[in-house]
């Protein structure tokens, strides 16, 4: 089974992270995700593609820390986190985000801090490609 951190450049399948996550325990009562998809209009320009860029071996470390604080701070009974490293194109997915808990105010209070903090902690970088040319966009938008 996949690790339940992870960047890679494939696509990934939410069905089958939301099972790997189901698998973990049945004290699950709840399962809160987030899908990140990249849009092909952003601040008054159209997008034809997204690329995104990381320092692999610290983004991986912080998101690991980031599911771990999760966990602990909501009382998750585990969590997942999968970003793709990539260009995409309008419509791809970008990242994906679960918390499970035991009752959903958990899941979906841990699944919203999850991919808030992502965006501020972890280096991950976008450019944007539009007909006008490419820009680095700001992480916290």
Not at 65 to 93: C, Q, W, Y
Not at 95 to 111: L, Q, S, Y
């Amino acid at each position: 089974m996949n690790e339940p951190v992870r960047i890679q450049e494939a696509d990934f399948s939410q069905d089958e992270e939301i099972a790997a996550l189901k698998a973990t325990s049945q004290r699950i009562g709840g399962i809160a995700t987030f899908l990140g998809c990249a849009r092909d209009f952003s601040e008054g320009r159209d997008v034809h593609e997204i690329s995104f860029e990381a320092y692999g071996s610290m983004a991986l470390a912080e998101m690991n820390k980031l599911r771990a604080a999760a966990i602990a701070r909501f009382s998750l009974i585990d969590a997942r986190i999968v970003h793709r490293v990539t260009t995409v194109g309008p419509g791809d997915n970008i990242v994906f985000i679960a918390a499970a808990a035991e009752h959903r105010a958990a899941a979906f209070d841990g699944c919203r801090w999850m991919i808030d903090e992502l965006k501020q902690r972890v280096p991950i970088w976008k450019k944007e490609i539009t007909p006008q040319g490419e820009s680095w966009v700001t992480p916290h938008p």
